[in-house]
């Protein structure tokens, strides 16, 4: 009878666990002061230390905690932040900051110059791999002349180098700075569960205008499929990047808000590969794919389409005239095809990295389309890391969908890499009248000039058909109606200073 | 004290009802031995575990009267049963390896009829558990109380039985086969202690059996009993003197005798067609990792010779040896001391008729083999002579297409005979090849043999623990103790003029003379 | 005690052959830890610099070597995506998919054996074939279905638990139970189905056996027979089949704790593949690994234990 | 006893062979492009035209489950075909001999059994590209530990048959006992681990697709279009539930296909 009493004894232990799960259904207490929970898709970085944060992710969440010389806005202006003011030479070599009073580090430490210093000295060490940011090597000498300002004198005249100023700054004496954050942001760290939250709280004396929400946690939700699981139940409260089908599943206690993406989604063609090597297939292809049908099929029509390697975000260097250039016409298409030597098309193959679910679904309906002209996409899901080794570095595709955003404000981080001689030209675009193009861009220093020459740019891109682009995807933020306040940034930022808690 | 009128049992298992058992009647008082004889598959089994109340499968239909001391057995309620099963009427079933529980301790399971049907203490049950085992005349009870049934030779199992049946002192002791399994000297011993308890304890034993020689030295009223039916019932002796129908006097003819006057073959002037000379081997028993393990011997210098149309018989016990020689002779065991001499080809016959016949294949594919192995010969030829081999062996050539499965014990040992002559060997060994057959069908495979041997000069080496079938089929014989040779010589100067003590025990407890 | 030193070594054997297999895998998979860690905006000599910090320049042999000295001395290395050591980023994950496969090892031994016993005792009555044919579904789900299903019938429909609302056993022990109770669930669903469909099969096997039938006349009842005699014999092949789930368990919860959103082994293991983070991955993998092997050997030596046949074997 | 075993096969054959029939009329005729994409049909409700609605892209689930249950199908059978050939051959061979061959083999077993099939798959779709095929071929290596050791176990077991030993008596090769006398015994065993190994690989193949690295789209497998229709769960939840139903059906088929066999 033994075995009997144990197999009883173990049945009520699991009507135990059960019972349990009734009481402890509703939320997990209400604490007094404000809070909220926000999803992220992937987890933050382990290391505190801002200069080694390399994930947009990552750059996402600190752009709370640390603050640089100057700070962009949701326009896209750079403010100034630490330092009050600045003024650049005319020649745009010399930089002139002077440091704002009273600001404090979390610790309470004052800011000082040789805080500035040390921080800008951290990021232009050559050997350092991790922590070098490209632009600071061209620094010829950072002085104080006084506790109140910095000069940063260049080697050669760099007109977009301010851009560069939003590197963050910590704390000289900080000796551990992976480990112990501490910023002068309107949040400071609290901790963080690798792979499950990453907490921070209202820094209570910030220089600037103080946070509304006093408690903050970034929950990893790492699984897309469950977003909408965990917004419904009321498991996290705000979750950015969501898909429009995503947006249309969830309850009515979510305002739903519409921005861009800020990231250029096109057919990347590589260049160097037939028949990719010829213009007029190309340019059959743009005219084959119609971008809104794109749209309707995999965002309910959201999205804003775009003719080249710019979004909208940029202000003054977007030209929304290039997105018609090409409109759907599939006899020219075949005309085209025929020309280059393609009267019955052509097969090849679209590799995709499986973990973006929208640009698998935009190279599905990529492939439906073209079959209008008979050209047949095969598509290949591969790993995310395998498309950086394979696609990005090693240059191994036919033709590959995905997005690219602009790591700052500056127009060189999207049109850099099309010069013929880029590290990052993946496509392998070779135009010299490009390359010619950019130099002049690179070389002006009067604004106006530089925003033609990009403009160039932009234009020769588009008639070389280099890439079939797409569109600058729509961005949803799904915002529990309790909260408010939420502004878009042309940047991958998160600002929660700006959240704020709706009084019914 | 018991009455069983006109009992009938029925199947309703498979589509058409099959009855297994016609109006048995039995009567059996207070102290009684009574012996139910038949071949396999009479219904003496059935009946008996109807009378034990075992047959409760909802699928039998069971007719008629039993009435134990009054109440009816057939009609009473299960728990009515329930009350009997152990304490008044009990059973020991033929096969002691597997009616132990192997899990469980044997003092537990002698003690569980007293936990059932007495309120004893755990000492008291200990106590009586204790007798039990020592009535059944095990060595050391306390020592088998602790041990696990695995642990135990067969015989001391069958012992354990007995005692686990006896510990309530039941009125009646139904005995199904107990000895079948067991070795010819065990048998005995278990025989008389089932005597001695029939005296001591006044158990009244139902004993059943197929060994009509066994029965005689038990039990004084037999009933024989033929596809169902009672064919005969009276006085052991009477039976045995004079029996009054066809089917037991054929029972009783086919029982092999051992007459003096047996007239010996002359071999003097055959060839001889093989050799063994100090055959020894043993067994590496490794007990563990990397240990070399002791080196078991098992055959201490065998010599022997075999001439053509020879039956040499060779008898021991089990574990004496008999199957490694055998296997060594045929080639199946490599590593052996000593010589063998012999042209011709060795092959062998099998004791298990269930395991010697590749079940997925057809006998007339089976009978091929050995031919296609041999080559050289077309498919017409090779048909040509699977079905002359098949009427040699006496079975008609429709078994070609049959599957080993849908054959009967002797049909398959028929074919199994056939298989090992397929490639005209020499020398035949037969390794207990009929002591799975019911006696009547072992009459005729011996027959067959010897027919056999006549017909194809053959030389066989007729392995067996059965003395009284080596009588009747060898020309010369050799007892076998513990891998040595005891003994050599003509059936009648083994039987007879005996000189090892071995030898006589043997002889005896087979009850050759009885 | 022989046999116990035979099994020991023939466990490490696997495990090295474990750990060599995986070494194995990763040079064959494409895609690189420095360009994981740097990303897309690192300039190649950076890369270079830090493949050369990562040491994974050597040939393959010596960084095995490198790798099986170091994990011997119990040291796991360094993971390449995160800073802390392997051996933190474990300690904290390891609880929970542990807490995972004992529940529902739990929940398989406590509802699968008395139900087991029950559709045995009551062999071909109506319970039975409706017990079977429920059996035969649920066998047939895949684990992320029913854990999907799941979500969806306690989750939403029936409010029992907060999909995805996951809480740390060290904040708040009985939450993070009552939660943990679903994805172990889902896990042990399909298992529940098969050991009792086992130890159905196991017992009416059993019930054949003579020994039941001298259990019978010895003038036990059904019930008796049942739990004293044959239930002993029939649990020792269930006893293997657990053994052999354990390690099933393990693998489900992989694919379960994507479902629900648990930071387990699984997810740590999945990222760090997609990573290319090899100290994580190898330590993760060898440790799943070295628990199925202890696993499997724990349930021969109580399977020894339990069977006298065999136990008596290695001691003659 | 006798009623219940034809009750398996009954219901065994209807499901398994209902779905094969499903399957093979896929083969030929299909109501609709499973590929075509129609914007007007995005997540189209179940109607006469679409018995079981449409999906994300508008086409038609009900075509794409009858083409993604031809490649689970294809995908299970291709598994089951190497797993069962190497692991007999393997098993047959260690069961057979064994001696030191035996104990190697079994420690590699071992040891392939206590490695995650996703490290595998991972492994063989890396390094030959993804694709059914080498879906097969990283599934049937992950299952050939499980058959070898069914084999091995039954080796041991029949080569003491007495029948085994006669063969041996006449002079017969190993090679010819081992597959043409002990093979056919075997299958008493087989069948049924054929089917439930049939079972796994249809299981293991929708969990791969559900972790992104199974069959490619635009291909559809029963498993792919389940992790698709995840995401889609509340506005389209006919488009998971129609491919769970389906590789439900075909494993309950199979497996009790499998019982009724094993207890004829």
Redesign the interface.
Same mark, same amino acid.
């Given at each position: 009878m033994k075995k009997r009493s144990i197999s009883m004894l173990l049945a009520v232990v699991l009507t135990l666990a059960l019972a349990l799960t009734g009481c402890s259904g509703e939320k997990q207490g209400e604490s007094t002061d404000s809070q909220i929970t926000i999803g992220i898709p992937q987890d933050v970085e382990e290391s505190l230390d801002p200069h080694e944060a390399v994930a947009a992710g990552t750059e996402e969440v600190f752009f709370n905690i640390y603050e640089g010389l100057v700070k962009p806005d949701s326009d896209g202006n750079l403010l100034p932040a630490l330092a009050s003011d600045y003024t650049i030479s005319p020649d745009k070599t010399v930089f002139t900051f002077t440091l704002r009073e009273g600001v404090k580090f979390h610790s309470g430490k004052e800011l000082t110059v040789e805080d500035v210093v040390y921080s800008i000295k951290r990021c232009s060490d050559p050997d350092d791999a991790v922590r070098l940011k490209a632009a600071f090597t061209s620094i010829a000498s950072i002085e104080t002349p006084d506790d109140k300002t910095v000069v940063i004198t260049l080697t050669a005249p760099n007109a977009d180098f301010l851009c560069e100023m939003d590197c963050p700054i910590i704390p000289a004496t900080n000796e551990s700075p992976s480990t112990v954050s501490d910023g002068t942001g309107p949040y400071k760290f609290v901790s963080h569960a690798l792979q499950e939250n990453f907490i921070v709280e209202r820094f209570e004396d910030y220089w600037g205008e103080p946070a509304h929400i006093k408690n903050v946690t970034f929950k990893v939700c790492a699984n897309p499929d469950s977003i909408v699981m965990e917004l419904n139940s009321g498991s996290i409260d705000m979750f950015a990047r969501v898909t429009s089908t995503q947006a249309a599943q969830l309850n009515d206690d979510f305002n739903v808000l519409e921005g861009t993406m800020n990231l250029v989604q096109a057919l990347y063609l590589n260049n160097a590969v037939k028949p990719f090597d010829d213009v007029r297939v190309r340019q059959a292809l743009c005219y084959a794919v119609d971008k809104q049908y794109v749209l309707d099929m995999t965002s309910d029509g959201y999205g804003t389409p775009i003719g080249s390697s710019m979004f909208p975000a940029f202000g003054k260097y977007y030209m929304p005239e290039l997105a018609d250039y090409y409109t759907k016409d599939i006899d020219k298409a075949k005309q085209l095809l025929a020309d280059a030597g393609y009267e019955d098309g052509f097969t090849f193959t679209i590799k995709a990295p499986s973990n973006y679910t929208q640009h698998v679904e935009a190279a599905q309906v990529v492939a439906d389309v073209l079959k209008e002209i008979n050209v047949t996409a095969k598509i290949e899901l591969i790993e995310w890391e395998t498309w950086l080794s394979d696609v990005y570095a090693g240059r191994d595709f036919e033709a590959t969908v995905v997005g690219l955003d602009a790591s700052n404000l500056a127009a060189s981080s999207m049109l850099l890499r099309f010069n013929s001689d880029s590290s990052k030209n993946f496509i392998n675009y070779n135009n010299p009248d490009y390359d010619a193009a950019y130099a002049r861009a690179e070389a002006s220093t009067d604004e106006e000039a530089r925003t033609a020459a990009y403009k160039e740019c932009e234009r020769i891109l588009t008639e070389t058909a280099a890439n079939v682009y797409i569109q600058d995807m729509a961005e949803f933020v799904a915002l529990n109606k309790k909260y408010a306040g939420y502004e878009f940034y042309p940047l991958y930022v998160q600002d929660v200073a700006k959240l704020y808690i709706v009084e019914e | 004290m018991l009455e069983i009128r006109d009992l009938n049992i029925e199947f309703h298992d498979h589509s058409v009802p099959e009855t297994v058992v016609y109006d048995f009647d039995l009567s059996m008082e207070e102290g009684d031995i009574v012996g139910i004889v038949g071949e396999s598959g009479s219904g003496k089994t059935m009946s008996a575990l109807a009378l034990c109340g075992l047959l409760a499968r909802h699928d039998m239909e069971k007719k008629g009267k039993i009435l134990f001391e009054g109440k009816e057995l057939l009609t009473c309620s299960r728990q009515e049963m329930r009350a009997l099963q152990g304490k008044e009427i009990s059973i020991i079933f033929q096969e002691p390896m597997t009616s132990l529980n192997p899990v469980k301790k044997i003092g537990w399971q002698v003690e569980e009829a007293l936990r059932l049907h007495t309120d004893l203490s755990k000492e008291e049950c200990y106590e009586r558990a204790i007798w039990a085992l020592r009535e059944a005349e095990l060595a050391e009870p306390e020592k088998v109380y602790g041990q696990y049934p695995h642990e135990l030779s067969g015989g001391m199992r069958q012992r354990v039985m007995i005692a686990a049946a006896i510990v309530c002192k039941p009125k009646i002791l139904v005995a199904d086969e107990p000895t079948t399994a067991l070795d010819v000297t065990i048998q005995a011993q278990i025989i008389k202690l089932l005597l001695k308890l029939n005296e001591e304890q006044k158990t009244a034993i139902l004993f059943i059996s197929h060994d009509l020689s066994l029965v005689r030295r038990l039990c004084r009223r037999v009933v024989v009993m033929q596809n169902g039916y009672i064919v005969e019932q009276g006085d052991v002796e009477a039976i045995f003197r004079s029996p009054r129908e066809e089917y037991t006097k054929r029972l009783i003819a086919s029982i092999p005798s051992c007459d003096r006057g047996k007239q010996e073959k002359d071999l003097d002037g055959a060839l001889e067609v093989f050799r063994a000379e100090d055959i020894a081997a043993g067994y590496r028993a490794s007990d563990g990792l990397f240990g070399k393990g002791v080196e078991k011997e098992v055959l201490k210098g065998i010599s022997f010779s075999l001439k053509k149309g020879e039956i040499l018989g060779l008898v021991g016990e089990s574990g004496c040896g008999k199957s490694t020689l055998a296997k060594i002779i045929v080639g199946l065991k490599g590593d052996y001391r000593g010589r063998l001499t012999g042209a011709g080809k060795v092959r062998m016959v099998f004791q298990d008729p269930y395991g010697s016949l590749n079940p997925a294949k057809s006998v007339g594919w089976l009978l091929e083999e050995p031919l296609r192995l041999q080559g050289g010969l077309s498919k017409a030829e090779r048909h040509r002579m699977v079905l002359e081999m098949l009427k040699k062996v006496g079975l008609e050539e429709s078994i070609a297409e049959r599957y080993p499965r849908q054959l009967s014990g002797g049909q398959r040992q028929r074919v199994c005979i056939g298989l090992a002559l397929m490639s005209r060997p020499e020398v035949l060994v037969a390794d207990e090849a009929v002591s799975a057959l019911d006696v009547t069908i072992q009459a005729q495979i011996l027959r067959l043999l010897a027919q056999l041997r006549d017909e194809m000069g053959l030389a066989i080496l007729f392995i067996s623990h059965d003395l009284r079938v080596v009588y009747q089929i060898c020309d010369r014989v050799m007892i076998m103790q513990d891998g040595e040779i005891v003994e050599e010589g003509t059936p009648r100067k083994v039987y007879f003029e005996h000189s090892h003590p071995y030898t006589a025990q043997l002889l005896e407890a087979s009850g050759v003379f009885g | 005690m022989k046999y116990v030193g035979k099994k020991a070594l023939t466990m490490l054997l696997t495990l090295l052959l474990v750990s060599f297999l995986v070494f194995l895998c990763f040079t064959v998979i494409p895609g690189d830890p420095a360009v994981a860690k740097l990303g897309t905006e690192a300039s190649p000599e950076a890369l270079e610099t830090l493949r050369e910090e990562m040491g994974l320049n050597r040939p393959f042999m010596v960084r095995y070597t490198d790798w099986l000295l170091s994990f011997v001395r119990g040291d796991l290395g360094e993971s390449y995506s995160y800073e802390s050591s392997v051996g933190e980023l474990l300690v904290d994950k390891v609880p929970i998919t542990i807490t995972m496969s004992l529940m529902s090892m739990l929940m398989i031994v406590a509802v699968s054996i008395p139900l087991g016993l029950y559709v045995a005792h009551h062999e071909g009555g109506v319970v039975d074939r409706v017990i079977y044919a429920v059996n035969q579904v649920i066998m047939a789900i895949p684990a992320f279905f029913a854990g999907i299903l799941i979500t969806l019938l306690f989750g939403i429909v029936l409010k029992l638990f907060v999909p995805g609302g996951y809480v740390s056993y060290s904040k708040d022990f009985g939450a993070f139970l009552a939660y943990m109770v679903f994805p172990s669930m889902a896990i042990a669903l399909p298992k529940i189905a098969m050991t009792v469909k086992l130890l159905r099969s196991g017992m009416i096997e059993e019930k054949k056996q003579d020994y039941v039938r001298t259990a019978y006349s010895r003038g036990n009842n059904t019930k008796g027979v049942l739990y004293k005699h044959v239930l002993k014999n029939a649990m020792l092949p269930i006893i293997t089949f657990l053994g052999m789930t354990f390690t099933d368990i393990i693998a489900g919860s992989i694919v379960v704790e994507q479902v629900f959103g648990i930071p387990g082994i699984g997810r740590i293991l999945l990222t760090s593949i997609s990573r290319r983070d090899y100290p994580v991955v190898m330590a993760v993998i060898v440790c799943l690994a070295a628990v199925v092997i202890v696993v499997s050997a724990l349930v021969d030596l109580l399977y020894q234990w339990l069977d006298p046949r065999i136990r008596l074997e290695d001691k003659a | @006893? !006798?009623k !219940?075993i034809n *009750?398996n096969l009954l219901v065994g054959g209807i499901l398994a062979g209902g779905m094969l029939l499903f399957i093979l009329i896929g083969c030929f005729v299909l109501p609709y492009d499973p590929? &075509? @994409?129609n914007?007007g049909l995005?997540f189209a409700r179940i109607s006469p035209a679409h018995p079981f609605g449409c999906d994300?892209?508008?086409r038609d689930i009900f075509t794409r489950v009858m083409v993604g249950a031809r490649t689970t199908l294809v995908v299970a059978l291709g598994t089951v075909a190497i797993g069962a050939g190497a692991g007999t051959l393997i098993g047959s061979v260690t069961g057979y001999f064994g001696g030191w061959l035996d104990e190697v083999v079994m420690?590699?077993n071992? &040891? +392939?059994?206590?490695?995650?099939? /996703?490290?595998?798959a991972? $492994?063989v779709v890396?390094?030959l %590209?993804?694709g059914k095929y080498h879906v097969i071929l990283a599934l049937g290596i992950a299952f050939i530990p499980s058959f070898a050791r069914v084999v091995r176990s039954q080796y041991l077991k029949l080569k003491e @048959?007495? *029948?085994v !030993?006669? &063969?041996? $008596?006449?002079?017969?090769g190993h090679l010819r006992i081992m597959f043409v006398?002990i093979l056919?015994?075997t299958?008493g065993v087989m069948v049924p681990t054929v089917m439930i190994g049939f079972?796994n690989a249809v299981?293991a193949e929708? %969990?791969m697709s *559900? +972790?992104?690295?199974g069959v490619?789209?635009?291909d559809a497998s029963l %498993?792919r279009m389940?992790?698709e229709a995840?995401? *889609? =769960?509340? !506005?389209q939840p006919m488009y &998971?539930v129609f491919p %769970?139903l389906a /590789?439900? /059906?075909l494993? +309950?088929g199979f497996? =009790?296909l499998a019982?009724g066999l094993g207890e004829k």
């Open positions: - | - | - | @006893m !006798k !219940k *009750y590929e &075509a @994409m914007d995005r994300n892209f508008g420690r590699v071992d &040891a +392939l059994f206590a490695f995650p099939s /996703i490290l595998m991972l $492994v890396s390094l %590209g993804s @048959m007495d *029948y !030993k006669n &063969a041996r $008596v006449f002079g017969c006398h056919p015994n299958l079972n299981l929708a %969990g *559900y +972790l992104g690295i490619q789209p635009p %498993g389940l992790s995840q995401t *889609y =769960l509340f !506005k &998971a %769970g /590789i439900i /059906i494993v +309950l497996s =009790l019982d």
